[in-house]
């Protein structure tokens, strides 16, 4: 072994955690994921082989993942998420599908669209439960606080504390997503 090949080793050993779970965030199919990932490492021993010079192998590393994920959204549908509705400032219905990007807006705009919805779910299922119910229920199902209270036997202010909680797990965990889109 050369090397530059042991070199190429140690990075992909160093690197494939974290870039596996980069991938998985994005790609709710975990065979899609797994293509990805050694897709991206065929490329990274191509350009080894190459002698293709790459100053910031990890930056490299995830541009390149960042490049296949949008080739497999060009390719696929998005899978619809719900059909919940909120309302407007204006009491206007809005479905979730209102507040996305739409899957026509071309490729960029559809693999945003597939990322917010994943990590949407993913932050979601982190909550616990009577947050997760409560958010769910208030936000995406509209119901009111009120009616929840009479339903469940809970205190109005305690569920509107649990939301309170669910909604600041969910700005902290979007935020970092928001950021990374908003720079283009």
């Not at 991938?23 to 350009?47: G, K, M």
């Not at 899978?79 to 990007?101: H, I, K």
């Not at 339903?151 to 504390?161: D, I, K, P, Q, R």
Request: charged fraction near 35%; hydrophobic fraction near 40%; glycine fraction near 4%.
């Amino acid at each position: 072994m050369t090397e530059r090949d042991r070199q190429i080793s140690e990075i992909i050993a160093e690197e494939r955690s974290r870039l596996r779970n980069f991938i998985r965030r994005r790609v709710p199919d975990p065979r899609d994921a797994e293509d990805i990932l050694q897709d991206v490492f065929y490329e990274l021993v191509e350009a080894n082989r190459l002698l293709m010079p790459i100053e910031h192998v990890t930056g490299w590393l995830f541009r390149v993942a960042r490049n296949r994920i949008t080739d497999l959204f060009r390719k696929k549908k998005p899978e619809t998420f719900s059909d919940a509705a909120v309302e407007d400032e204006d009491g206007e219905l809005l479905q979730l599908e209102d507040l996305l990007p739409s899957p026509d807006a071309g490729p960029e705009a559809l693999y945003f669209r597939n990322v917010l919805l994943d990590e949407l779910e993913f932050a979601l299922g982190e909550l616990p439960d009577e947050q997760r119910e409560v958010f769910v229920a208030h936000e995406l199902e509209g119901r009111s606080f009120k009616e929840l209270s009479a339903e469940s036997g809970v205190n109005v202010n305690t569920l509107l504390s649990r939301k309170r909680y669910a909604v600041l797990h969910l700005r902290e965990q979007l935020q970092g997503i928001y950021d990374e889109f908003a720079k283009k």
